[in-house]
């Protein structure tokens, strides 16, 4: 293999505590992290059967590869877990046709947080009647094709929207319609142990009624005194990547209590209860989260002896693992575009410290998580392994920000090159979904891969997408060399540097 010019990296930087000191094979893909299919054949990775120089050769990198079986599988271990209870896969994690026909095809409910969501999995023939739509902020129009579509359930988040509801619900009604079936989302004031921005349960934030206030009370018997409107039971969300049980179990304690103050009041007796989704996932190898079946034993005897306790019948349960189905089974392939060793002076004993920038060729536009939350994440050298000595790296994208970081501090084998590949894992969650085109970077594509066929489930956007929003540039073609098509029309680079890096994986 030909030498960088900066020569193979420096050892790097004292390692923060949490990166601890390098594993004795830094190829290894821990099954904690990684998706289900994933495995070394001649030290090249391979996810759901093929090669990833394969996968990225014919279509280009960024690439999100999705293990379907581990998507799906996960799905069956909730269905499993919650085999008396409903499990509404939560879409916004990732969402597109084939995950909502999937979901639908296995019998799961879908939550959906917008408009278009929703849209999106009733144009893939997703049934109505499994879907529940949230939102702190649900537009008339959303409302509307809500109540329009007969969906399973309106997840009401404010007394606004009860007002914006209730005449269309009516509307129903009078044409012969049934009531609209809602739920009442509940504040219930738990500080979930995660990131401040994914914690929702607290009192001083966006979302539900509140319960310490009696909103949530006040919500509930308003609603249940509107005929065009069914309160079949209570939401509670505490937040999202929780590992610890006891916030869910706090919360159900609390929601079953409102249950109780809710017949107290109005001698209704609701017989659901969504308890949301926030299940924790590993992204880095010590990472311990609990599994759907330990979820579903301690929150069910969680409810059943508040139940008991309050002489309340035991409510149909429900749940929305987003990350948990989603997050681990999914891959984000890139490719090395350049490695710059920063000389940082030295730290303090004497021993130069250098921060080896590993940079690749997407960034914050396809996962803003690091930047936004902070969160970790962990990758390997793909298109082959490396015999060479660890070096600490920080892989960063290729945005204008200096924010843009992907993984803040890893070993990678010292002889990474430009052109090789690196796998970024547990990304099928909040990643494609919240990617964006800042830098004009376009969405990758996602393939799925089962037993070895890899199949496009949502292409690359082209630039020509793009400029199709755009005044000036709606009918102008992109440069013809502009880095902007599909493969196998992609003109350069990715292609031609895919195979070089297959070639030198065999030398
Ligand atoms: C109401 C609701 N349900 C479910 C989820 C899914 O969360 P997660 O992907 O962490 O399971 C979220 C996101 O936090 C949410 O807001
Ligand atoms: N987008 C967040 C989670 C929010 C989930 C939706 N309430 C994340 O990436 O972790």
Known sequence: MRAHPAGPLHGGMTPPPSVGLPPADLGVLD??????????????????????????????????????????????????????ADVHYASKAFLCGQVARWIADDGLHLDACSGNELALALAAGFPADRIALHGNNKSLVELQLAVDSGIGHVVLDSFDEID?????????????????????????GIE??????????????????????????????????????????????IGSQIFDTAGFEAAAHRVVGL???????????????????????????DDDPVGPDDVARRLGAVVAA?????????????????????????????????????????????APQVRNYVSVDGGMSDNIRTALYD?????????????????LCRVVGKHCESGDVLVRDLWLPADVQPGDLLAVAATGAYCWSMASNYNYLLKPPVVAVRDGVATEVVRRQTLSDVFALDAVLADVPPPATAPSQPAPEHPAGVRSTSSRVGAEAQS
Not at 57 to 80: C, I, K, M, S, Y
């Open 31 to 84: 099954p904690q992290v990684w998706p289900r299919s994933a495995r070394r054949v001649d030290g090249e990775l391979h996810l759901g059967g093929r090669p990833v120089t394969e996968l990225a050769r014919a279509h280009g990198t960024p690439l999100f590869v999705l293990d379907e079986a581990d998507f799906r599988g996960r799905a069956a271990d909730f269905a499993a877990a919650f085999a008396d």
């Open 164 to 188: 914006r509801l209730v005449p269309m619900a009516a509307a129903r009604v009078a044409a012969g319609g049934a009531p609209v079936p809602v739920l009442v989302r509940t504040t219930v």
């Open 192 to 237: 979930a142990h995660t990131h401040e921005f994914i914690a929702t349960a607290h009192e001083d934030q966006k979302f539900g009624f509140s319960l310490a206030t009696g909103d949530a009370l006040t919500a509930a018997v308003r609603v249940i005194r509107e005929p065009a409107l069914r309160l079949t039971g209570l939401h509670s969300h």
């Open 259 to 285: 249950l109780g103050q809710v017949r107290q009041a109005t001698g209704e007796v609701l017989g659901e209860l969504n308890l949301g989704g926030g299940f924790g996932i590993a992204y880095l190898p």
């Open 306 to 350: 508040e139940c008991a306790a309050l002489d309340l019948p035991v409510p149909r349960l429900a749940v929305e693992p987003g990350r948990a189905i989603a997050g681990p089974g999914t891959v984000t392939l890139y490719e090395i575009g350049t490695i710059k060793p920063v000389r940082l002076g030295s730290g303090g004993h004497g």
């Open 375 to 391: 969160a970790s994440y962990t990758c390997v050298l793909a298109n082959r392994t490396s015999d060479a000595p660890p070096a």
